[in-house]
């Protein structure tokens, strides 16, 4: 007998959501930053034991709708909890659960799916504050498991897994056993070049950055060539993404393409542009084109 099934995280932004998934699956399959909407789409990670699949479905962060982009994000996170057999709340341990958790809470008790927290970061806390944490979490009133993990060291994580996994149907697993992710190359990509955005920009301009993969060839002598832009809303964004003399552009376009020759083990040619786009996360017909539904 095998089990399978949906598990949907939800929590605030930068409550280590997606370095979770990656530390269930095994490999990156969520880029991580310490800037809110790092996750814009819905990623789902593929994780595989002798007898049971976890595929978890990493949601933006929960917060008010702002614009077109995040009135979606906020739809996905609906539609997930929803669609899910089981809700895994992640909270940020080393702050104090807020409204933003109150309401997260009541969207999953809301869904009805199966309820489990996890309470992260505990590897930055001591006893007393590790035991605060726990007691906020459940003070939340969900009717679920909860756990003292740290996505960042592992601690915790494996019975974290197992008690998913126990709760999942009865079912043969969804994907083959060696798949990690269902995200398209293409989006994948381009979300190792936008994590090294995120990673050297401040204030607005994380927010305001997407990057789309043009096209993807393969030469004959084995190297993949990558044409990738970055859409950015005003031209003063545009200088800050090429920077002086194009040292910011470089510094993207070097760092992720060691990214993208990790994950796909191939020689890679990146060739990164910066495009202005104004308004684009309020454009309909890009944010489809992006995969952002």
């Known amino acids: ?29 969520a880029i991580v930053s310490d800037k809110p909407q790092t996750t814009r789409r819905e990623i789902r990670g593929v994780a595989t034991g002798p007898d049971w699949q976890l595929v978890l479905v990493d949601l933006p962060g929960v917060q008010r ?24 709340f992640v909270l940020n341990g080393e702050q104090e659960a807020g409204p933003g958790d109150s309401y997260i809470a009541r969207a999953i008790a809301k869904a009805g799916a199966t ?27 969900l009717n679920g498991e909860i756990f003292p993990i740290s996505a960042k060291t592992g601690q915790g994580v494996p019975a974290l897994a197992e008690h998913l996994a126990a709760l999942m149907p ?8 060696g798949d990690r992710s269902d995200l398209p190359e293409r989006v ?15 204030e607005e301009v994380p927010h305001a950055v997407e990057v789309e993969v043009d096209e993807i060839t393969e030469r004959d002598d084995g190297l993949v060539v990558i044409e990738a832009r970055m859409w950015t809303e005003s031209e003063s964004q545009k200088g800050i993404l090429i920077g002086r003399g194009g040292s910011m552009v470089r510094a993207v376009g070097t760092a992720a393409r060691e990214e993208i020759e990790a994950t796909l083990g191939r020689r890679v040619h990146l060739d990164l542009s910066v495009r202005v786009r104004r308004g684009w996360r309020r454009d309909e017909g890009l944010l489809d084109r992006l995969g952002i539904e």
Do not use: C, H, W
Not at 122 to 130: E, F, K, S
Not at 188 to 202: D, G, I, K
């Open 170 to 177: 009865e079912s043969p697993f969804l994907y083959p056993p």
């Open 188 to 202: 994948r990509l381009a979300e190792l070049v936008r994590e090294q955005v995120l990673r050297r920009t401040r």
């Open 1 to 29: 007998m095998t089990r399978a099934g949906f598990v949907a995280l939800a929590g605030r932004p930068n409550a280590g959501k997606s370095t979770l998934v990656n530390g269930v699956v095994g490999g990156k399959v």
């Open 65 to 88: 709708p702002r614009d077109v982009l995040t009135e979606r994000m906020q739809r996905q996170v609906e539609r997930a909890l929803a669609d899910a057999d089981a809700a895994l």
């Open 115 to 141: 309820a489990v927290i996890a309470v992260n970061k505990v590897d930055a806390l001591d006893r007393a504050r590790t035991l605060a944490a726990l007691e906020s979490a459940a003070a939340l009133g």
